[in-house]
């Protein structure tokens, strides 16, 4: 149809991605327990999953929050001296799994056939990150879950204790489980699109001056679809790494 609009119903079948409920980044409540794997999974030279690989798929960037605007990659400079508080902070993100769990605190599994798990993004900072290497260096990411209970919601702090066990694997190696794989790598790949995102919008610095003029005049703050384009954030991830 014209307008913007889209047709659908009776014998057609609904627009790809309608019905399938935004995923938030992970956050957790104090005094939750979690239970989730890292899903951003990794390919190997000979184009198979890598089920050994030392960590996930993860997204890298500077951000900066300026008002009127919102959440911004910061690409210099320029950038900062427009934010709330002159300076950039790095962030990392990552794609996770949250796993049901059964009233004996066992993994689900009968539910994890019926897709009652979420997946969602998660964005930490590199404090986090390198507590997270740390368990990588002994847990392989696709090998293994994290039990996690938040202790402190409003700064995202963890008691985490690393299983050696996890329902990826089990679908990837499993005959009964394998049918569920497909549908976990579809939801991972529309998380995945929008993990640029949780680093911020990807707007030039003309764009962002071009916003900041608008608001100031009462106009509306466009949204912008940003790019994999990090920018200056390759010597950064060369150190944590």
């Known amino acids: 149809m014209s307008d913007g609009l889209i047709e659908f119903g009776g014998g057609q079948e609904a627009p790809p991605g309608l019905g399938v409920p935004k ?3 992970f956050k957790g409540s104090t005094g939750k327990r979690y239970l989730i794997s890292f899903v951003g999974l990794v390919k190997g030279e000979d184009g198979r999953l890598d089920l ?3 960590m996930p798929k993860m997204i890298a960037g500077k951000q900066v929050y300026i008002k009127g605007v919102g ?9 900062v001296a427009l934010s709330d508080k002159k300076e950039e902070t790095f962030k990392i993100t990552t794609v996770v799994a949250a796993w049901p769990l059964t009233s004996e605190d066992q993994i689900d599994y009968n539910a994890i ?3 009652k798990y979420i997946v969602q993004p998660w964005t930490f900072t590199e404090k986090r990150f390198s ?6 260096s002994r847990f ?3 090998k293994s879950s994290m039990d996690m209970t938040c202790t402190d919601e409003k700064f995202q702090n963890f008691d985490i204790i690393c299983i050696p066990e996890s329902p990826v694997l089990r679908m990837l190696t499993e005959d009964e489980f394998k049918p569920l794989f497909k549908e976990l790598v579809a939801r ?3 998380v995945t699109a929008r993990l640029p995102k949780e680093i911020g919008n990807n707007f030039s610095i003309e764009e962002v001056r071009n916003k900041l003029n608008q608001k100031g005049a009462g106009g509306s703050v466009e949204q912008v679809t940003p790019s994999y ?6 010597a950064d991830l060369d150190g944590l790494m």
Do not use: C, H, R
């Open 188 to 190: 991972v790949e529309k």
């Open 140 to 142: 392989a990411p696709f």
């Open 131 to 136: 507590t997270l290497k740390g368990y990588w």
């Open 52 to 54: 050994n690989a030392k």
């Open 71 to 79: 959440k911004v990659i910061s690409k210099g400079p320029e950038f």
């Open 229 to 234: 384009d990090m920018g200056n954030v390759q």
């Open 113 to 115: 056939k019926a897709g």
């Open 23 to 25: 995923a938030d980044s």
